[in-house]
């Protein structure tokens, strides 16, 4: 790069070269950077590995460069180098069409450019490679000469550029999501966390701020499907304008974060007074967010200080409202067809009937129906229950328990004799 930039000042003939170099080099470096983040977030799940990791001060590696991009409004580690790749006019593998990116190049976007491409794993470019290897198929056939029109072909593919350009951005941030919610957990590494950002973080991430700046909210469509552009208006005569949102986080590795920072006490009180559950259940339900999002309101209760923050008497009623909310979508997960959310939702009740506002809230909204209605159906299975289908109904017991326990308490309180009065 350093020696780009001193060709470019004495207007070397080679200066060209010498930037594509450097652009090149750049984007290599990104490419291995990306995956070996991805191989290190898969390795963190070891707790041999992570604990020697965290003993090193990886937590700030980590959260350091989510801070910038998700609080602080900075652009995200590698767009730069992305968007240098594919301006580079003298490399036929920085062409729009070889980094998997449709149509003509649009300076209002920075990675990502094609409507279409809004899965991780799908590129135009496959669409374009399906076109040469027919190109050449017909090639063959109208020549005669397969050997030839095989070595064209390799050749067309190996001059290539990868496919994966566009989207090392998005994946690089995955990876470091996936990197803490891995080492989220660990104690050692909580104070490094929380110096470097970790709730304003968390709160970016269920708040979807990185989405929409202006009414910061999760996009619908991303409790479906991963998301790299998002609907940002519709007009009277029903057009979408889309607003494309490169290296925005994904809502599985953004739940998955948040859920391991909640297993610290500190973590989940300050997490509630600064309007973290209110939030967390603003987000859209859906096949990526259901399971994530019942593991945080299950971790949430297992943090009584937390709660008793969140069911204070006196608190707002905003507040308050979020604790009754709480519990509706606890029972919405006990009728629904997703094993680990009964689970979770089954555990989070249980943590929870021991404060009188979730009783309330449980007795108000019926929620005695769909908990038996879980255990009949578990009974009613009998052996041809799976393990997991035994383990929701063993926790949907212990829910049950809880909740006989607290009504039982009650009343008991409710009879008790006066602490003055003495029998004769």
Request: charged share 25%; aromatic share 4%; glycine share 6%.
């Given at each position: 790069?350093?020696?780009?930039?001193?060709?470019?000042?004495?207007?070397?003939?080679?200066?060209?070269?010498?930037?594509?170099?450097?652009?090149?080099?750049?984007?290599?470096?990104?490419?291995?950077?990306?995956?070996?983040?991805?191989?290190?977030?898969?390795?963190?799940?070891?707790?041999?590995?992570?604990?020697?990791?965290?003993?090193?001060?990886?937590m700030a590696e980590i959260l350091t460069p989510l801070r910038l991009a998700l609080v602080d409004g900075a652009p995200n580690e590698g767009a730069d180098v992305v968007e240098a790749f594919a301006r580079d006019p003298d490399s036929e593998r920085a062409s729009p069409r070889s980094l998997g990116v449709g149509g003509e190049r649009d300076n209002t976007t920075t990675v990502n450019r094609d409507d279409r491409d809004v899965d991780f794993g799908r590129s135009t470019i496959a669409e374009d490679e399906e076109h040469v290897?027919?190109?050449?198929?017909?090639?063959?056939?109208?020549?005669?000469?397969?050997?030839?029109?095989?070595?064209?072909?390799?050749?067309?593919?190996?001059?290539?550029?990868?496919?994966?350009?566009?989207?090392?951005?998005?994946?690089?941030?995955?990876?470091?999501?996936?990197?803490?919610?891995?080492?989220?957990?660990?104690?050692?590494?909580?104070?490094?966390?929380?110096?470097?950002?970790?709730?304003?973080?968390?709160?970016?991430?269920?708040?979807?701020?990185?989405?929409?700046?202006?009414?910061?909210?999760?996009?619908?469509?991303?409790?479906?499907?991963?998301?790299?552009?998002?609907?940002a208006a519709v007009s009277e005569s029903l057009r979408v304008t889309r607003r494309f949102?490169?290296?925005?986080?994904?809502?599985?590795?953004?739940?998955?974060?948040?859920?391991?920072?909640?297993?610290?006490?500190?973590?989940?009180?300050?997490?509630?007074?600064?309007?973290?559950?209110?939030?967390?259940?603003?987000?859209?339900?859906?096949?990526?967010?259901?399971?994530?999002?019942?593991?945080?309101?299950?971790?949430?209760?297992?943090?009584p200080s937390a709660m008793e923050r969140l069911l204070a008497p006196g608190r707002d009623a905003a507040t308050f409202a979020a604790a009754r909310r709480c519990v509706d979508v606890?029972?919405?997960?006990?009728?629904?067809?997703?094993?680990?959310a009964r689970r979770h939702a089954a555990l989070f009740l249980a943590l929870s009937f021991p404060f009188p506002a979730v009783v309330d809230a449980f007795d108000a909204a019926g929620g005695l129906r769909p908990l038996l209605n879980l255990l009949r159906h578990a009974a009613q299975l009998s052996a041809a229950a799976t393990a997991a289908a035994k383990q929701t109904a063993c926790h949907a017991c212990h829910a049950l328990r809880q909740y006989a326990r607290a009504h039982l308490h009650r009343r008991v309180s409710r009879n008790a004799p006066d602490p003055g009065y003495r029998a004769v």
């Open positions: 790069e350093r020696a780009a930039a001193e060709a470019e000042a004495s207007g070397a003939p080679t200066a060209h070269l010498a930037r594509r170099a450097a652009t090149l080099a750049s984007m290599e470096a990104l490419r291995v950077k990306t995956y070996a983040l991805g191989c290190l977030a898969v390795a963190l799940e070891a707790e041999d590995v992570a604990s020697e990791l965290v003993r090193d001060g990886v290897v027919a190109v050449h198929e017909q090639m063959a056939t109208e020549t005669g000469d397969a050997d030839a029109a095989a070595k064209s072909l390799a050749e067309a593919l190996t001059s290539r550029a990868p496919a994966d350009a566009p989207s090392l951005p998005a994946r690089l941030l995955e990876a470091r999501l996936r990197a803490l919610a891995a080492t989220g957990e660990y104690i050692e590494c909580f104070g490094q966390a929380l110096r470097c950002g970790a709730v304003e973080v968390a709160l970016a991430l269920v708040r979807g701020s990185y989405w929409n700046e202006d009414a910061p909210a999760w996009p619908r469509e991303a409790a479906e499907r991963r998301l790299r552009s998002v609907d949102v490169p290296c925005a986080p994904q809502l599985p590795e953004s739940l998955a974060a948040v859920c391991s920072l909640l297993a610290h006490r500190k973590f989940a009180v300050t997490f509630v007074d600064r309007g973290g559950v209110a939030a967390l259940l603003s987000i859209p339900k859906g096949a990526l967010s259901v399971d994530g999002f019942h593991r945080c309101l299950f971790a949430l209760s297992q943090s606890a029972l919405e997960a006990l009728d629904g067809g997703h094993e680990t």
